[in-house]
């Protein structure tokens, strides 16, 4: 899929004041992705800032050196947000996910710009600069950069490579192409260190997370070629641990031999729940999110859903995936 560039570039010349953000519980993409067009927009001279609705996981402190990531507080920014010209918002699937700064968004006609890899359908966006097919969303802020020739800096290229090993799997996923390791081979002649990345990425889980981890194992519920594993507050609490600490556990559930398809029930207080369902690719697993309002790629998607219980929640997440196996087996036949 072409991108029309031009456009990015007209809308950042012909604006002052920015606003970027990223989904709720942001990821390596979202935050590499808007840590990577901040760099830039300053270096334009341009006002902007960084401001997300959760807040940054410890891991990603190292993209945050400068103290350029802030997390939303109504009184802090809601004035802010109200009177910027454009929001550039990134890896976002569906506006939803964006929290209370949506309806600032919307309630204040600010010109919305989406730039994202996941299929979505909601019309919030002004303008999208959308390929379903890239990598990653720092992948397509790479591709803007490439498009206009920008020699960008060493601040930039990391948070590039934050963003293009998280939606790659470190190169695991059958999303990597090969312009990826063009891509990662401009970003180390910069000088980013692929071990420093990855390291701070997905090897400094802190004690809380290792003990929730063993809570949720012992959640874990298998049927047939599907998993489910449930984390509750009250194992958040007994554990010392937060709802950041959860990324990477329906990947770990996924990794099972036999498995193909993993989902993680979150409690975010009574009778709410984040869902995350990661697929190993027999099975499409968006649209069960969509289901629930959500969104998301094909074999890695999650939803939001209220006024359920978790134990009738689980089972209908499972009776949906049942169908899902029938239906498979019935065209394999």
């Given at each position: 899929m072409t991108i029309k560039w031009n456009k990015l570039l007209d809308l950042i010349n012909d604006n002052d004041k920015f606003l970027l953000s990223t989904h709720i519980n942001p990821d390596g993409d979202g935050l590499g992705s808007e840590v990577a067009v901040y760099y830039y927009l300053k270096a334009m001279g341009k006002d902007c800032r960084i401001i997300n609705i959760s807040k940054l996981s410890d891991k990603y402190l190292f993209l945050n050196n400068d103290n350029i990531i802030e997390t939303?507080?109504?009184?802090?920014?809601?004035?802010?947000?109200?009177n910027c010209d454009c929001a550039l918002i990134f890896d976002i699937g569906s506006f939803s996910r964006l929290g209370e700064i949506s309806t600032i968004l919307k309630d204040n006609s600010i010109y919305s710009v989406s730039i994202d890899h996941h299929p979505s359908t909601d019309n919030f966006f002004n303008h999208r600069f959308l390929d379903i097919n890239a990598p990653a969303t720092g992948y397509l802020v790479?591709?803007?950069?490439?498009?206009?020739?920008?020699?960008?800096?060493?601040?930039?290229?990391?948070?590039?490579?934050?963003?293009?090993?998280?939606?790659?799997?470190?190169?695991?996923?059958?999303?990597t192409t090969p312009e990826c390791h063009t891509m990662a081979k401009e970003i180390l002649e910069k000088g980013v260190k692929p071990y420093d990345v990855f390291a701070n990425i997905y090897e400094s889980r802190t004690l809380p997370q290792v003990k929730l981890l063993s809570a949720v194992i012992s959640s874990l519920k298998i049927v047939d070629e599907f998993a489910s594993i449930k984390i509750t507050q009250k194992m958040l609490a007994d554990c010392n641990a937060e709802l950041e600490d959860v990324d990477g556990f329906t990947d770990f559930a996924r990794s099972i031999k036999g498995v193909e398809v993993a989902f993680m029930v979150t409690e975010i207080n009574k009778r709410k729940f984040r869902l995350n369902f990661r697929s190993r690719g027999k099975y499409i697993i968006n649209?069960?999110?969509?289901?629930?309002?959500?969104?998301?790629?094909?074999?890695?998607?999650?939803?939001?859903?209220?006024?359920?219980?978790l134990e009738d929640l689980e089972k209908e997440i499972f009776n949906?995936?049942?169908?899902k196996k029938d239906s498979h087996g019935n065209k394999s036949r």
């Open positions: 939303y507080s109504r009184d802090s920014h809601e004035n802010w947000i109200s790479w591709k803007f950069f490439k498009s206009i020739n920008y020699d960008f800096s060493f601040k930039i290229a990391e948070a590039l490579y934050a963003a293009l090993i998280n939606d790659t799997g470190s190169f695991r996923y059958n999303c649209d069960i999110a969509q289901f629930y309002n959500g969104g998301g790629h094909k074999l890695a998607a999650g939803a939001s859903v209220d006024n359920i219980a949906m995936l049942n169908k």
